[in-house]
Each structure stands twice: as structure tokens, then as C-alpha cells.
Nanobody, 129 residues
Framework: QVQLVESGGGLVQAGGSLRLSCAAS????????MGWFRQAPGKEREFLAS??????????YYGDSVKGRFTISRDNAKNTVYLQMNSLKREDTAVYYC????????????????????WGQGTQVTVSS
């Protein structure tokens, strides 16, 4: 079982930055693939970024809407995954969720909502103009 707790959301002006954190419980954090998603009112949950488990190679993937603006990273010593968000836009307003999964992966699975087994409760990000 993995428990995830997001933090770092809030109100920010367009063009500003925020860094979200997701703290995970358990001793096997480094073996989890981690992802960030968001959901705006009336919309489906959207993939933003993911990072593979730690190993000889670490893979990151990004959704088209955030590529070049958001960066995912992980600190296994702190059992935490981060989402650095720059150049924020009003359309980035949503509830942001982190998620965890284990096992073999592909680019397709790492970007798919239903592949992830564990989810946090979410943190609200509001971007004002």
C-alpha cells in the first residue's frame, strides 16, 4: 500500500511559478513510477508528467499542454516527487493529483490514468489573470 499526500498548491498570477510536492509513504518509493495529473471542473483527468522508478536509466514523459513549462523530478531520500510549474496560464487552474504505479512500463502506460494504482487527494492550483 502506498499513501500519497500532495502539497504546494495555491493562488498564483499568470506567468508565475509553483512547485508541487507529493510525499509517499512506504519503504519502496524508489521502485514506484510516479505521475502527475490534473482535473478541471467538468473535464476529464489529464496526464501532465511521469517519471519512471529509479534505475540505471530514468525516463520522464510530459503531456503536450505542459511540455517545456513543467518539470517532474524525484528525491528518493525524501520519498517525494515534485512538479515544477513555470509560465502558468489561467487554463492551468485545476486540482492536481499525484499517482504511483509499479511493474513493467511503457510510454503508453506511464501516460495513462487507469494504469496507476495509488492516488493522492489532490491540491488546488488557481491561476489568476
Amino acid at each position: 500500500q502506498v499513501q500519497l499526500v500532495e502539497s504546494g498548491g495555491g493562488l498564483v498570477q499568470a506567468g508565475g511559478s509553483l512547485r508541487l510536492s507529493c510525499a509517499a509513504s512506504g519503504r519502496t518509493f524508489s521502485s514506484n513510477h510516479m505521475g502527475w495529473f490534473r482535473q478541471a471542473p467538468g473535464k476529464e483527468r489529464e496526464f501532465l508528467a511521469s517519471i519512471s522508478r529509479s534505475g540505471s536509466n530514468t525516463y520522464t514523459y510530459y503531456g503536450d499542454s505542459v511540455k517545456g513549462r513543467f518539470t517532474i523530478s524525484r528525491d528518493n531520500a525524501k520519498n517525494t516527487v515534485y512538479l515544477q510549474m513555470n509560465s502558468l496560464k489561467r487554463e492551468d487552474t485545476a486540482v492536481y493529483y499525484c499517482a504511483a504505479a509499479q511493474g513493467a512500463f511503457t510510454r503508453a502506460t506511464m501516460t495513462t490514468t487507469n494504469w496507476y494504482d495509488y492516488w493522492g487527494q489532490g491540491t488546488q492550483v488557481t491561476v489568476s489573470s
